[in-house]
């Protein structure tokens, strides 16, 4: 059990110290996610909408420019929090191949991954929150930041299982981009104004989706929505631990080069 959570903390320690190092993820979560907000903000008229939430069963009339930030700041989230997972994943197998020769345990690795993740989207829902609460009127700040980091922890977990399965880097960028691009248009009230695309509530953003705005621009709070994100996150990660399990760690070919070009030891009398 100590050993476990020896390992644990030691691999958490690695895995957010590779997101600090990860400069352009950094510039991304610190830069990215306050212009994203600015634009929708600049690039949506102020025109009175009304749009329809399943999750309060009721229509909701708001600012254009205010639903549209809502729906970019989790998007933006989305994209970040993917993104930081994916990359240090991706990066960190090689040495994750090599803890594993060295006899470190599977299950504390990716808990300590997740634990990454979390902590991961609980930052930038709060960083996005306080960009939210000064950019527009926000009705519930806590419930916000609740859908907020749903969103990080769903592709979060996405971006943790592509990081163990795609094998190039540049695949794992497409997948991550594509599929947020889809699911934050589909959710966009804006574009979507009645939600009636087929296949809306299986997505990952649904549930999140609908507690922000509701959060936001409404006086309900429909709890039960957040949970579907953690639902999307516990799946993901419970491939990611299937995809590390059925993982038989290998030596490099570097390594097994060296090991077989060394000279053999000389029989005695020759």
């Not at 929090?81 to 191949?97: H, N, V």
């Not at 700040?141 to 969103?151: F, I, R, S, T």
Request: hydrophobic residues 50%; aromatic residues 6%.
């Amino acid at each position: 059990m100590r050993l476990s959570w020896t390992a644990f903390t030691e691999l958490l320690r690695c895995t957010l110290r590779g997101h600090l190092r990860n400069r352009l993820a950094m510039v991304l979560a610190v830069a990215f996610i306050p212009i994203w907000i600015a634009v929708a903000r600049l690039c949506t008229s102020d025109q009175v909408v009304r749009i329809w939430l399943d999750a309060i069963d009721a229509p909701v009339s708001a600012r254009a420019s205010q639903v549209g930030q809502v729906a970019s700041a989790l998007g933006a989230v989305t994209l970040v929090a993917g993104f930081i997972t994916f990359t240090e994943t991706f990066l960190s197998r090689q040495m994750d191949r090599r803890l594993l020769l060295a006899g470190y345990p599977r299950l504390p690795m990716l808990l300590a991954k997740l634990a990454a993740v979390a902590l991961t989207a609980a930052l930038l829902a709060l960083y996005t929150t306080i960009l939210l609460w000064i950019s527009l009127p926000v009705r519930h700040a806590g419930p916000l930041a609740l859908a907020l980091a749903g969103a990080g922890l769903a592709y979060g977990g996405i971006g943790l299982l592509l990081g163990s399965l795609v094998r190039g880097e540049l695949e794992g960028f497409f997948l991550i981009i594509m599929l947020s691009l889809v699911d934050t248009g589909v959710q966009n009230p804006v574009f979507n104004t009645l939600m009636d695309v087929a296949g809306v509530s299986a997505l990952p953003l649904y549930g999140v989706t609908q507690l922000a705005l509701s959060s936001a621009l409404s006086p309900h709070v429909p709890w039960s929505h957040g949970l579907l994100s953690l639902t999307w996150s516990a799946a993901t990660g419970a491939l990611a631990l299937l995809v590390l399990h059925t993982h038989r760690p290998s030596r490099s070919p570097s390594l097994r080069r060296t090991s077989t070009s060394q000279p053999r030891p000389a029989r005695d009398g020759r």
